[in-house]
T-cell receptor
Framework: DAGVIQSPRHEVTEMGQEVTLRCKPISGHNSLFWYRQTMMRGLELLIYFNNNVPIDDSGMPEDRFSAKMPNASFSTLKIQPSEPRDSAVYFC?????????FGPGTRLTVT | RKEVEQDPGPFNVPEGATVAFNCTYSNSASQSFFWYRQDCRKEPKLLMSVYSSGNEDGRFTAQLNRASQYISLLIRDSKLSDSATYLCVVNADYKLSFGAGTTVTVRA
């Protein structure tokens, strides 16, 4: 069974540009999570979806960040406009119980 | 106060040694507990769940003390491949709270 799939794996962009990160959860999992990891702040939960519905977006840093889950097999995290402080690794995780399984992450660098 | 506190280490141990470390959590309503492993520049991977009665998975033993809000992990007969950062993870409802991680380096 394929794990969580994320794309792109690496993204380098200039400040002010729009960035879209993509995630395909594990088939049959009904919960999806977006995290951000930095050296300074560790792993932070950005948003949580259950059955494609956003349940908790309190971790989304500001209005520049938005996330969607149009169906059970796809989610996007968009940053517009991007800023250098958004540079981090963004992980998507999925679950069907308490255990979460992480994708390989997208390493974002904003210059 | 952080929700999950861990000793960052690093713990540098020779191959074959036993290494143990722990974490504490602040939310007494936490329902489930895990250890994740994260290798450099990789995603966190579930190592094991932690049950109230304590549990083993091969060379790994996890313990939970709900009264003290304390979780531990012990690695026996450590291997070079055990070198990683170990994340203590606590679940309250759907939300996982991650510790900052304990770095373990096993040397030959």
């Amino acid at each position: 069974d394929a794990g969580v799939i994320q794309s792109p794996r690496h993204e380098v962009t200039e400040m002010g540009q729009e960035v879209t990160l993509r995630c395909k959860p594990i088939s049959g999992h009904n919960s999806l999570f977006w995290y951000r990891q930095t050296m300074m702040r560790g792993l932070e939960l950005l948003i949580y979806f259950n059955n494609n519905v956003p349940i908790d977006d309190s971790g989304m840093p500001e209005d520049r960040f938005s996330a969607k889950m149009p169906n059970a097999s796809f989610s996007t995290l968009k940053i517009q406009p991007s800023e250098p402080r958004d540079s981090a690794v963004y992980f998507c995780a999925s679950s069907r119980s308490y255990e979460q399984y992480f994708g390989p992450g997208t390493r974002l660098t904003v210059t | 106060r952080k929700e999950v506190e861990q000793d960052p280490g690093p713990f540098n141990v020779p191959e074959g040694a036993t290494v143990a470390f722990n974490c504490t959590y602040s939310n007494s309503a936490s329902q489930s507990f895990f250890w994740y492993r994260q290798d450099c520049r990789k995603e966190p991977k579930l190592l094991m769940s932690v049950y109230s009665s304590g549990n083993e998975d091969g060379r790994f033993t996890a313990q939970l003390n709900r009264a003290s809000q304390y979780i531990s992990l012990l690695i026996r007969d450590s291997k070079l491949s055990d070198s990683a950062t170990y994340l203590c993870v606590v679940n309250a409802d759907y939300k996982l709270s991650f510790g900052a991680g304990t770095t373990v380096t096993v040397r030959a």
